[in-house]
């Protein structure tokens, strides 16, 4: 009987041949060739497959020097592969958020090298090449970043971006946050410029601002000079999504990064609501009615809904009574000087909050005590030339561990304070897509150096960050994990004995779990 036998070689391939069982043997008829992929053991068993199934008794098949000198023509070569799963996976991807209005297939290729693996543009030919993709060439590449820039390409993204967030969920609730990403360039320019990191670097850097959906979904994006101010960046992002889609009954979620006297004012000019987390500092004003009658103490999982003044003046500080027991209902009307401000005690926080303090009491000390070298830490205060642990701001400090405060002009009627605090919470996911955006998608744009060639980046990255996030909310996977999954899986095109051979790849679990989510 003739079969197919698979033989591990000394180098690691697999070498696949045909045989026939004689004498209790395994004999050799022919060598088909060796693999190294599965994609390519497939193909190798499919096209011994073939030759058996044609007719055993006729396994010569009449090589000829057509072959070419120098190699046995009854070796299977491989001609071609393909990731056509993942290519089609995001294709489908494109097509079904609309991108492909764009008409670009430059642009889409940009796009999926940076999904694929995240490098530069000269580069993205390797990653496209490697995966079956024909690549378009470099200057077509390089003219797609003028076109993106010139023809609009970033409103036509936001466009679909918005028309999907629409239809998919609940666009009345958008997440607001910024980042920064940096150059290692030496000189500032009108944009780069060296400006607060939270990683504490020197180089100039642009601060970007995005806008996504309760779900994560990019819906805006933007970027700014490298100096500016956190808080002067989200009027404009959400002016130009209001305007953009003419919006006016949305509410604007952020951190407290984004709690500014003239921004909260600004929105709510706009007509827009938003809902911004409060600085700890504010309690014991905010609070004072709550201390007084209460004390300091709290129930795990307490709300405390109550009003905060727009401003520090004292008119404003005084609609919050503490003669008062009962914590006033936030009216727009009759609070016209104050905002809703609503308060939460979690006992798992102020476990949290208490360790924190304890290492800046304990590193405090260490340096008031010689101990450790550093510049000035919190608790520590200095009178004529002489470090002291400052007890009364630690103090104040503890007094407050567990509270968190949001910020909101949306009465209690059509948002109750869980309901408030529950939306606030959301707002991880723009930081997920952010760190999507610069570890999966690298978004930090060190290639570019000029303003159009950084906003045509921002938009490759503003595209690419909606079909991760689209194909994450399908599948609940990250677009890491897909690509992995995915990526190895490979149409083989083998030409043996001058016969085209093509092979598909065996599905993993996760590969077939990934196709069912997305065809579902």
């Known amino acids: 009987m003739v079969f197919l036998r698979k033989v591990r070689t000394a180098s690691g391939a697999t070498a696949v041949q045909i045989a026939v069982r004689r004498d209790r043997r395994d004999v050799v008829i022919e060598h088909l060739g060796s693999a190294h992929t599965e994609a390519e053991l497939a193909a190798l068993m499919e096209a011994g497959r073939a030759k058996i199934h044609a007719g055993q008794g ?82 077509s590449m390089k003219r797609a970043l003028t076109r993106c820039v010139g023809r609009g390409y970033r409103d036509v993204v936001a466009a679909k971006c918005f028309a999907h967030a629409a239809t998919a969920g609940d666009v009345t609730l958008c997440l607001y946050d910024v980042t920064t990403l940096y150059f290692e360039a030496e000189k500032e320019d009108d944009l780069r410029k060296v400006g607060y990191s939270k990683e504490r670097r020197v180089d100039p850097q642009i601060v970007v601002g995005l806008l996504v959906d309760r779900h994560g979904f990019p819906l805006e994006i933007g970027c700014f000079e490298g100096n500016r101010a956190e808080t002067t960046t989200i009027i404009p992002i959400v002016r130009q999504f209001a305007d953009r889609h003419n919006l006016a009954d949305i509410a604007i979620v952020a951190d407290a990064g984004m709690l500014s006297a003239a921004n909260l004012t600004a929105l709510d000019q706009a007509g827009l609501r938003f ?39 004292q ?34 926080r102020a476990a949290r909050d208490s360790k924190t303090l304890t290492l800046q009491e304990n590193r405090a000390i260490a340096v008031i ?103 994450q909310n399908k599948t609940g996977l990250s677009i890491k994990r ?39």
Not at 103 to 125: H, K, N, Y
Not at 372 to 382: D, G, L
């Open 58 to 139: 006729e396994l010569d098949l009449g090589f000829g020097s057509k072959h070419g000198a120098g190699r046995d023509p009854r070796q299977a070569v491989v001609t071609a592969k393909t990731s056509r799963l993942l290519l089609q996976v995001l294709r489908d991807a494109w097509e079904t958020l609309g991108f492909n209005a764009i008409g670009d297939e430059a642009f889409f290729q940009l796009v999926a090298a940076r999904l694929i693996e995240p490098t530069s543009m000269t580069d993205s030919a390797r990653v496209l090449g490697e995966v079956g993709l024909a690549p378009v060439h470099r200057s």
């Open 482 to 520: 897909i690509i992995r999954a995915l990526r190895p899986l490979q149409d083989v095109q083998i030409e043996l004995a001058g016969h085209p051979v093509t092979a598909t790849p065996q599905l993993s679990d996760e590969a077939r779990t990934i196709l069912d989510a997305l065809t579902h």
């Open 369 to 471: 005590q010689g101990e450790k070298a550093a510049r000035t830490p919190r608790f520590v205060k200095t009178t004529n030339g002489t470090r002291s642990l400052d007890e009364a701001s630690l103090a104040r400090a503890r007094r407050l561990v567990g509270l968190k405060g949001y910020v909101t002009n949306i009465p209690a009627d059509l948002a109750t304070a869980s309901e408030v605090i529950g939306n606030y919470h959301d707002l991880w996911r723009v930081e997920q897509s952010f760190r999507m955006s610069k570890t999966d998608l690298r978004a930090r744009p060190m290639f570019h150096h000029t303003r159009d060639a950084i906003e045509a980046h921002l938009t490759i990255v503003f595209a690419a960050l909606a079909v991760a996030r689209y194909l």
């Open 275 to 313: 809902i911004v987390g409060s600085r700890v500092t504010k309690a014991p004003a905010d609070l004072e009615s709550h201390f007084r009658w209460h004390g300091e103490a709290f129930t795990d999982g307490q709300i405390i809904d109550t009003i905060t003044p727009r401003t520090a003046t």
């Open 315 to 348: 008119a404003a500080r005084a609609v919050n009574d503490p003669r008062i027991k009962t914590e006033p209902v936030w009216d727009p009307d009759l609070h016209d000087q104050s905002w809703r401000a609503v308060w939460a005690y979690s006992a798992k």
